[in-house]
């Protein structure tokens, strides 16, 4: 499956953003699906993930109640993520990835073999 991530941009701090991933070339509800993001100078660090039906979604503490994804398994295959009251610290680089990691692994990057190219986002204070 292939990714291509898009909705980044530059906001102001505590206004949102809706980050989209489209997945084409392969069954998409196959996968697992996440969002991931990398600052400057930071490792790579779990944002979101959201299970192959979509009726569960898990967060990294630092977004929770602050972010929500989404799938869209049937018209248009994609992930997306709702990012709302956001801080300058939210500042990054933001992947999705599809993968099958077991639930343990949700949360590690190595457990994803398929990712988008990143959409850039910037939060000004």
């Known amino acids: 499956v292939q990714l291509q991530a898009s909705g980044g941009g530059l906001v102001q701090a505590g206004g949102s953003l809706r980050l989209s991933c489209a997945a084409s070339g392969g069954t998409f509800s196959n996968y697992v699906m996440s969002w991931f993001r990398q600052a400057p100078g930071k490792e790579r660090e779990f944002v979101a993930a959201i299970n192959r039906r979509g009726g569960s979604a898990y967060y990294a503490d630092s977004v929770k109640g602050r972010a929500t994804i989404s799938r869209d398994n049937v018209k248009y295959t994609s992930v997306h993520l709702q990012m709302n009251s956001l801080k300058p610290e939210d500042t990054a680089v933001y992947y999705c990835?599809?993968?099958?990691?077991?639930?343990?692994?949700?949360?590690?990057?190595?457990?994803?073999?398929?990712w988008g190219q990143g959409t850039q986002v910037t939060v000004s204070s």
């Open positions: 990835a599809a993968g099958n990691p077991v639930m343990t692994g949700i949360s590690d990057s190595r457990m994803y073999k398929r």
